[in-house]
Nanobody
Framework: QVQLVESGGGLVQAGGSLRLSCAAS????????MGWYRQAPGKQRELVAA???????SYADPVKGRFTISRDNAKNTVYLQMNSLKPEDTAVYYC??????????????WGQGTQVTVSS
């Protein structure tokens, strides 16, 4: 079993910054895909940013140039640095991790979610 623990959410004024962290622990042979999703009230969950094992990154258009995803493979941790935050960034943010199993195969895990609120 794998546990994901998120931290770093909170309330910030527009233009401010927050850094989210998501640490994975447990039965981990390898970690492939790591990403951050968000879900605003009344909206579907959407992919915000993703990073591969080799460090290739991708971002949703609304956050390009403002958010940066990174990972520390030694700590099995993924980060999301969010700058120039806007009220429309308000959502619950979830980390998503694709874990390689010791017995083979891959399994997807989700963090518990952390609230990010940006006031205008």
């Amino acid at each position: 079993q794998v546990q994901l623990v998120e931290s770093g959410g909170g309330l910030v004024q527009a233009g401010g910054s927050l850094r989210l962290s998501c640490a994975a622990s447990g039965s981990i042979f390898s970690i492939n895909f790591m990403g951050w999703y968000r879900q605003a009230p009344g909206k579907q969950r959407e992919l915000v940013a993703a990073i591969t094992t080799r460090g290739s990154t991708s971002y949703a258009d609304p956050v390009k140039g403002r958010f940066t995803i990174s990972r520390d493979n030694a700590k099995n941790t993924v980060y999301l640095q969010m700058n120039s935050l806007k009220p429309e960034d308000t959502a619950v943010y979830y980390c998503n991790v694709l874990v390689g199993q010791f017995m083979g195969g891959m399994k997807e895990y989700w963090g518990q979610g952390t609230q990010v609120t940006v006031s205008s």
